[in-house]
């Protein structure tokens, strides 16, 4: 080949390659837009409109971010702001003012959005996207963060989504999904945050989460879950474990020894806290409270080196603290209220140390006695003789209840069949001369007492 054949060559390459780049550019950029229509020109798109350079180079805004590898679009971040939720009532349709308009079609924009193949990382938050999100969606099948948080999106998750074995963090927080947490999400074996809070899933915490042994987050708050939670101990690297406000009524399981932050409050969990809690090190922040915990305390949850928030309020913790308790040095907040706990209060989380709240108002401790109970209402132990003893009464009350019912059965036959044998006349004499009875006893007419019952009933 001489240079000049050479020189044709790479030329020709060169702009073989200039043009396709320069066509994909187009092609992105004409996506983009046309998602621009589909979600209703949100002003985060708005530098779009008259936009003709490289859309790789678009500036990111905390609001509209595009990333590219290679000229290629690998994440699409948009963050609107459609962020209220006035009416908690949505049923799937369009809400003015808060959803996409009714001739959004969920379809058409997910269909957009695939064309974008090479995706990584798909952000698009309260932009007011309702309707139910379609199986397709895992025909991007590179993502590894998918977060569709707070918007309208309803019904079951897709379990094509299951096919996104790159994933690493699934976020849908704030949306109606509803039906129940799947069982397939132990596909996504790369997973390290699944965060499904504030949506409508019920039904139990499925039992195959706890095999995404990468998982660092958990997040199922503000749903409907109910019965049990599972043993959580094979899940590693948790960190966080966010189930508040929920349904959930077993007892406290097993814990993963490298979580920080555990959030359980306004559930109906009963039992013991198990004495492992008090060896969970890396613990900062543990909230139990607004459950049905019983038992006493265990005194090494409060010594953990690292924790610093401790809420078992408003349970049916009983017994007493050990007044020589250890307090770990960076616990600052600690709220004991509303339990039956008897006894003094140990003396590091006496009020005197101004660096520590403490709570606990509501028990039946012998300090500050103004907001205690009287140490019965704290005396787990006769509570229960109580209940005993309220059985044992019960079970008389049945039997003399039973008795009186057999005897006055037997004592309305009797008088029946002497009726029977006297004839009527005496039981209308008996009406009249109660009516009589009656009237000198109120002094008013029957006929008056008769229209009073009508107006008050
Ligand atoms: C990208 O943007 C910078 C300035 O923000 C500009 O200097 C550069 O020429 C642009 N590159 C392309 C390929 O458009
Ligand atoms: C929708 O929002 C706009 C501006 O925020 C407001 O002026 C308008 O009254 C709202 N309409 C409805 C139906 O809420
Ligand atoms: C899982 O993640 C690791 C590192 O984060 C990566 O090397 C690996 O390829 C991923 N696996 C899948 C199936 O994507
Ligand atoms: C989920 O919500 C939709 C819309 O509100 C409803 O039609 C559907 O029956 C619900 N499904 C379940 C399993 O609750
Ligand atoms: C507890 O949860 C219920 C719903 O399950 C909610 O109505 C209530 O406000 C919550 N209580 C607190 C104190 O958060
Ligand atoms: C709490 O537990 C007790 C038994 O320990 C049970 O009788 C009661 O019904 C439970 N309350 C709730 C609200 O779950
Ligand atoms: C917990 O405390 C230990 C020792 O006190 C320290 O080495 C570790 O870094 C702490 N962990 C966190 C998450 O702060």
Not at 222 to 250: A, C, F, V, Y
Not at 313 to 322: D, H, R, V, W
């Amino acid at each position: 080949m001489g240079w000049s054949s050479w020189l044709l060559f790479l030329y020709l390459s060169w702009s073989f390659f200039f043009s396709r780049t320069h066509e994909s550019q187009i092609y992105q950029l004409q996506l983009l837009l046309q998602l621009r229509k589909h979600l209703e020109y949100p002003s985060q798109l708005g530098i779009l409109e008259s936009y003709n350079g490289d859309l790789c180079n678009l500036s990111s805004s905390p609001n509209l971010g595009v990333v590219c590898l290679e000229d290629t679009v690998t994440e699409l971040k948009i963050m609107g702001d459609k962020l209220v939720k006035v009416s908690n009532d949505f049923n799937g349709f369009a809400i003015p003012n808060q959803t996409l308009s009714e001739s959004f079609s969920i379809d058409s924009f997910v269909t957009t959005l695939t064309r974008l193949t090479s995706l990584k990382v798909l952000r698009l938050v309260s932009l007011g996207i309702w309707g139910p999100l379609p199986d397709k969606i895992h025909r991007l099948y590179s993502l590894e963060v998918l977060d569709l948080s707070s918007n309208f999106l309803f019904g079951s998750i897709p379990p094509q989504l299951s096919r996104l074995v790159k994933l690493n963090s699934l976020t849908l927080d704030g949306n109606y999904f509803n039906g129940s947490v799947p069982e397939w999400l132990d596909s996504l074996s790369n997973l390290t945050i699944l965060s499904l809070k504030s949506n409508r899933f019920n039904g139990q915490f499925p039992s195959s989460i706890c095999r995404i042994i990468t998982l660092t987050d958990i997040a199922l708050s503000h749903n409907h879950l109910t019965g049990k939670l599972p043993d959580l101990s094979t899940l590693s690297s948790l960190h966080m474990l966010d189930l508040r406000e929920n349904k959930l009524d077993s007892d406290l399981p097993g814990m993963p020894k490298e979580l920080i932050t555990v959030l359980l409050s306004n559930n109906s969990f009963s039992g013991n806290i198990p004495g492992q809690y008090g060896q969970l090190n890396q613990l900062q922040h543990l909230d139990l409270s607004l459950n049905n915990l019983s038992g006493t305390l265990p005194s090494s949850i409060f010594s953990l080196p690292n924790i610093s928030y401790l809420n078992l309020a408003e349970n049916m913790l009983s017994g007493s603290l050990p007044n020589h308790l250890l307090c770990g040095s960076k616990l600052g907040f600690v709220d004991l209220s509303s339990n039956k706990l008897i006894g003094v209060l140990p003396s590091c989380l006496g009020t005197m140390l101004d660096k520590r709240v403490v709570k606990f108002g509501g028990n039946c401790l012998s300090v500050d006695t103004q907001n205690q109970h009287q140490e019965s209402y704290c005396n787990v132990a006769n509570e229960e003789g109580k209940q005993s003893r309220c059985r044992a009464v019960g079970i008389l009350v049945a039997a003399i209840a039973g008795a009186v019912l057999v005897i006055s059965l037997l004592a309305m036959v009797a008088v029946f069949l002497r009726r029977r044998y006297r004839s009527g006349r005496t039981f209308e004499q008996n009406i009249i001369s109660k009516v009589e009875q009656d009237n000198i006893l109120t002094g008013v007419s029957s006929e008056v007492l008769a229209n009073a019952s009508k107006i008050h009933f």
